[in-house]
C-alpha cells in the first residue's frame, strides 16, 4: 500500500468515527430533550398542586418560587438540548436540577409539620419522586453518551454515584461493591509434649539428675 493510499484508509477512519460520534451525541441530545419536556409538565404539574393545596402553609411561597425556578432550568435544558450543544454544558445545567429538587423534597418533607390536607400531601410527595426519576434518567443518559463525571449523588433519588457515575446528595450513588473473598481457616493442632521422668543419682554436691521421657 503506498502513502497516500495508507492517508486515505487513515482519513476514512477518522470520519466514519467522527459521524458515528455525532450521531451517537445527536441521539442523546434528543434523549435529554424529551426528558426536558417531560420534566417541564411534570413541574407544571406540582405547580398547580401546590397552588391549589399550599397556599395556607408559610412554605408555599419558597415551593412555589423554587418550582418556578425548576421549570425555567428544564426550558433551558431543551434549548440546549435542541441546539446539540456541549454536554458539559447540559451537565452544569442537570447538575443545578438536581440540587434543586433534593431541596424542594426537603421543603415538601417539611409539610407534614403544618396543618395540611394529608392526602394531597401524599401525592404531592409522590410527584416530586417522579421529578427526581426524569432528573436520573437525564443524569444517566449524560453518562452513557459522554463519561462526563459530576458532583456527588442525592439521596433517595438517584446520579451515579448515583464506579465514575454521577453520585447523588446523600443517595448513594452507583458505586461498585466491594467484594469480600473468604479466607480458610488453619485450625492449629495440638502438640503432644509426653510427660518427663527425672532420676536423681548421688548425694550432696555430686548429684546428677536425668530427665527420662
Not at 416530586?128 to 432528573?135: H, K, W
Amino acid at each position: 500500500m503506498n502513502m497516500i493510499s495508507k492517508y486515505s484508509v487513515v482519513a476514512i477512519v477518522v470520519a466514519a468515527g467522527f459521524f458515528s460520534g455525532s450521531a451517537a451525541n445527536a441521539q442523546s441530545c434528543a434523549v435529554i430533550d424529551r426528558l426536558a419536556l417531560q420534566l417541564d409538565r411534570q413541574a407544571r404539574g406540582v405547580h398547580a398542586e401546590v397552588d391549589a393545596h399550599f397556599k395556607n402553609t408559610p412554605l408555599y411561597r419558597h415551593l412555589h418560587e423554587d418550582i418556578e425556578q425548576m421549570e425555567a432550568l428544564a426550558g433551558q435544558i431543551h434549548e440546549l438540548a435542541t441546539r446539540n450543544a456541549d454536554f458539559r454544558t447540559m451537565k452544569v445545567a442537570v447538575h443545578d436540577l438536581d440540587k434543586l429538587n433534593s431541596h424542594i423534597s426537603g421543603l415538601v418533607d417539611q409539610l407534614r409539620f403544618h396543618p395540611c390536607d394529608q392526602r394531597a400531601y401524599i401525592h404531592l410527595k409522590s410527584s416530586v419522586l417522579d421529578l427526581d426519576r426524569t432528573i436520573v434518567a437525564m443524569q444517566n443518559e449524560l453518562y452513557r453518551t459522554n463519561r462526563v463525571p459530576v458532583h456527588p449523588v442525592h439521596g433517595g433519588h438517584g446520579f451515579p454515584s448515583h464506579g465514575g457515575g454521577f453520585p447523588r446528595h446523600g443517595h448513594g450513588g452507583f458505586q461498585q461493591p466491594v467484594q469480600v473473598i473468604p479466607q480458610p481457616v488453619v485450625v492449629q493442632q495440638p502438640v503432644f509434649v509426653p510427660p518427663t521422668k527425672t532420676i536423681t543419682i548421688g548425694k550432696g554436691n555430686f548429684r546428677l539428675g536425668i530427665q527420662i521421657r
